[in-house]
Nanobody
């Protein structure tokens, strides 16, 4: 089995910064895609940013130029640096790992963390 554990959420004032981390653990050989999604109250979950094992990235238009996704493949960890935060960034942020190769040769898909709350408010 694979577990994803997020950290780094919290309360921040508009214009501030936060850094989210998500560490994957378990019988992991490699993870192709890792990403961050968010869900605000009453809204569907949406992609924030994603990154492949080769470093290709994809961002939602609403966060381009403010958020940066990165990963450490050796640690199976993905990060989200969030700068110039706005109240509309308030949401629960979820880590996702997809296309996981396990040490015993199996393929796993679409694992989620438990979510971490980010609140942007003065």
């Amino acid at each position: 089995q694979v577990q994803l554990v997020e950290s780094g959420g919290g309360l921040v004032q508009p214009g501030g910064s936060l850094r989210l981390s998500c560490a994957a653990s378990g019988s992991i050989f490699s993870i192709n895609a890792m990403g961050w999604y968010r869900q605000a109250p009453g809204k569907p979950r949406e992609l924030v940013a994603a990154i492949t094992s080769s470093g290709s990235t994809n961002y939602a238009d609403s966060v381009k130029g403010r958020f940066t996704i990165s990963r450490d493949n050796a640690k199976n960890t993905v990060y989200l640096q969030m700068n110039s935060l706005k109240p509309e960034d308030t949401a629960v942020y979820y880590c996702n790992a997809d296309q996981i190769a396990t040490l015993d040769g199996f393929g796993l898909y679409d694992y989620w963390g438990q979510g971490t709350q980010v609140t942007v408010s003065s």
